[in-house]
């Protein structure tokens, strides 16, 4: 059985920094692309960036190119999103998903119904 367990979330004031890691148990990472999702309250989930299965290209929600950093660590079974400069809304629950064998596509939008495998979230508060 695959599993997912997000960590890293809390508190940050703006301009702020945190790193998300998401252990992935059950499979090998390196046979997966891995995404990162969020989800306000009162608003749907919305990718943010995902990295493709074997060339490691990573995409970005438009908002946080050149904020967030998404990688995975194969041999560690694990992977992370760097978020620097931290706004406001940037305040969600952060997911992260897992799909075999899957290129990201360009286009955000694809990323939520390629996705196989999903974790339990947690959650980002950015404010003063």
């Known amino acids: 059985q695959l599993k997912l367990v997000e960590s890293g979330g809390g508190l940050v004031q703006p301009g702020g920094s945190l790193s998300l890691s998401c252990v992935v148990s059950?499979?090998?990472?390196?046979?997966?692309?891995v995404s990162w999702f969020r989800q306000a309250p009162g608003r749907e989930r919305e990718g943010v960036s995902c990295v493709s299965f074997r060339t490691g290209l990573p995409e970005y929600l438009a908002s946080v190119q050149g904020r967030f950093t998404i990688s995975k660590d194969n041999a560690r079974n694990t992977a992370y999103l760097q978020m620097n400069d931290l706004r406001p809304e940037d305040t969600a629950v952060y997911y992260c998903?897992?799909?075999?064998?899957?290129?990201?596509?360009?286009?955000?939008?694809?990323?939520?119904?390629?996705?196989?495998?999903w974790g339990e979230g947690t959650l980002v508060t950015v404010s003063l």
């Open positions: 059950g499979a090998q990472l390196e046979e997966y692309a």
């Open positions: 998903a897992v799909a075999r064998d899957y290129y990201c596509s360009t286009f955000v939008s694809s990323w939520r119904r390629a996705m196989d495998y």
